[in-house]
């Protein structure tokens, strides 16, 4: 009976401790999705509207005017950009993030696949183990951003898809990640990069009237790269704010589970107790009596 009191005392110990451990997770990443929260919603607003600019001058281009990043072809090779994080602890974040990448693989480019021409550009420590250890074609050099996030590191990664798309080493270019809703929501989404893509008018196909000043070629030489680049930028800021939100979820709801489990181990120990002090003073009853006798 001792042994068993021992065992349940070194799980509530145990049990204790790991509380602590996930409430300091917890208010570190709070700490963090704050001033990641602050950078995504400041960001999203620019980026979103030089996106709309972007696709709706290139909508209304001519198309004797040559914009080489909007140029589509037969799509017989795709490069994804796959957006995870570095550490887990974060509940489904990156299973959900690799599951939407294996998502778009199977549903849009299984063809491709199967003939070895989908390449997966990952950043975020995880996703980069995960489709390396799968055996999918990688490339390896901008998976740790993370550890220094700047706007210079991630346009880094977004010149080598853009400079990989006007090489023609892929027909299309897409973007994976989490878009940070709140703590508690994430939407994952699959994202077209390249080539820019173009929208309708709502009024059918009339054509918007733009005035270039400078002219129309040096202004989308300078604008294109600058806004793909922010894209990408937004994407992974997206994807820091989701990671740290779904960490403090996981955190709390880990917190929550240890509580629940500390009260059933001190009903198991007081129950044990109990049961070790009645046996005791049975056996005590029961020597007196035999004395007696």
Excluded at 82 to 90: N, Q, W
Excluded at 173 to 184: G, P, R, T
Excluded at 253 to 276: F, G, T
Aim: with cysteine; proline share 3%; charged share 25%.
């Amino acid at each position: 009976m001792s042994g068993q009191l021992k065992e349940v005392r070194n799980r509530i110990k145990s049990v204790t401790s790991t509380q602590q451990i996930t409430k300091a997770m917890k208010m570190v990443s709070a700490a963090k999705l704050r001033r990641a929260q602050d950078a995504i919603l400041q960001m999203r607003p620019y980026s979103q509207k030089l996106q709309e600019m972007l696709s709706n001058i290139v909508s209304a281009t001519s198309s004797d005017v040559s914009l080489p990043l909007a140029d589509e072809r037969p799509v017989e090779k795709v490069l994804l950009i796959v957006v995870t994080s570095d550490r887990g602890l974060c509940g489904a974040y990156n299973a959900n993030v690799i599951k939407a990448a294996r998502n778009t693989i199977t549903t849009r480019y299984a063809a491709q696949h199967a003939k070895g021409n989908v390449t997966i550009l990952p950043i975020g420590k995880k996703g980069y183990e995960y489709f390396q250890r799968n055996g999918y074609k990688l490339v390896d050099a901008y998976w740790e951003i993370f550890s220094d996030l700047t706007f210079d590191n991630v346009r880094r990664a977004a010149v080598h898809a853009q400079e990989a798309f006007l090489n023609k080493q892929y027909d299309r270019v897409e973007l994976i990640y989490s878009q940070f809703k709140n703590a508690a929501t994430q939407a994952f989404v699959s994202e077209a990069y390249l080539p820019i893509p173009k929208v309708e008018n709502q009024e059918g196909n009339k054509k918007t009237d733009f005035i270039f000043e400078p002219s129309m070629t040096i202004l989308l030489e300078e604008l294109m790269p600058k806004i793909l680049n922010t894209q990408v930028y937004k994407a992974v800021l997206d994807a820091n704010a989701s990671e740290h939100g779904a960490r403090m979820t996981a955190m709390d709801k880990a917190s929550e589970n240890a509580n629940e489990l500390l009260k059933s181990l001190k009903i198991s120990y007081n129950r044990a107790r109990q049961a070790a002090i009645t046996t005791e003073l049975t056996e005590i009853v029961s020597g007196a009596a035999a004395l007696q006798g």
